[in-house]
DNA sequence: CTATCCTGGACATCTAATATCCAGGATATG
DNA sequence: CATATCCTGGATATTAGATGTCCAGGATAG
């Protein structure tokens, strides 16, 4: 999996505590010393994908295109990394005998079935996770990260 | 994920058909059309798991190593793909405001371990689906699969 | 002894992930 | 309006991993 789903979601997450606020991907990269221009790109998928708002110019930068109540961790790892689950599969049934060419053996392949199986509940997992909810048990264990998260971006280099 | 998983799950439920009888990479691969260099690699890997036996020489090939009802989905998974999740932790809280160099942030972060969960309840299900399960499900849409994969594997050239 | 076939390493190729750069457009501010 | 800031998107370079081939060596049946 994309190394920019792990950005996108510690990005989410900070800025779900700068509502209202607009922070450029610069300080967005700055925050966990990563290269910026290629953040960006993630941050313009997760922008593409209507998870975040973007403004051009001074004052510009991302913010929550919504409440982080209606973020889940999928939305973010379709946005970045993809809607194609992680096992592909590629038909071999049709190279095997008495293959029919019409059908799609993505459908009725029994491998391709319990596979798609195991990918959807992985993926109800991760739909029933938002991003508050993350955010709240972050404050749990650490009460002063709002306010850390805040700070840092206030005192970060634009 | 490697398209070798969906050759060696494939080739697993034949050898299921073939028990006692050792078939050569050359007529597995034969089977799919598959690449024989290639898919014996794929082989080598499960054989070093333990799921397949191999014999060398005249009259050598791959068996099942055990019982396919012993051998599930995340079995060959873990020969073919590896034993690492599909998301993998970089811990870049190590680079945000307040980090702790000793912690293992693997472990420690919300974000680390909501993906984490996500994974195991995937593996949960493929770890719960054995080539038996798959063979039988095989055998209930089509009777005659197990004769024509015996079939097969007579006529391919070896 | 010989033909067969697995083993494992070396090597080549191709694709996707990672990363950078820049020209262009949008916008806040003076 | 002029300017500095900052997103947008395309082009490009680099790297790692997936895919695929080849061969020398060893095991074994007949």
């Given at each position: 999996m994309n190394e920019g789903v792990e950005w996108a979601m510690h990005s989410c997450v900070n800025l779900s505590w700068?509502?209202?606020?607009?922070?450029?991907?610069?300080r967005l990269a700055?925050?966990?010393?990563?290269?910026t221009a290629y953040l960006n790109?993630?941050?313009q998928a997760l922008t593409r994908a209507g998870i975040l708002t973007s403004?051009?110019?001074p004052k510009g930068g991302f913010q929550l295109a919504r409440d982080p109540r209606d973020i889940s961790l999928l939305d973010i790892v379709v946005a970045i990394d993809g809607p194609d689950d992680?096992?592909?599969?590629?038909?071999i049934l049709k190279e095997g005998p008495g293959a029919d060419a019409r059908a799609d053996y993505t459908k009725i392949c029994?491998?391709?079935?319990?596979?798609?199986?195991?990918e959807l509940t992985y993926?109800?997992?991760?739909?029933n996770r938002s991003i508050a909810d993350i955010a709240a048990e972050v404050v749990r264990l650490n009460p002063s990260a709002p306010d850390n998260t805040r700070n840092?971006?206030?005192?970060?280099k634009s």
């Open positions: 700068a509502p209202g606020e607009a922070v450029t991907a610069k700055a925050f966990y010393n990563l290269p790109k993630q941050l403004v051009s110019g992680a096992f592909r599969c590629m038909e029994v491998i391709s079935q319990a596979m798609r199986g195991a993926r109800r997992e991760l739909a840092r971006f206030a005192n970060l």
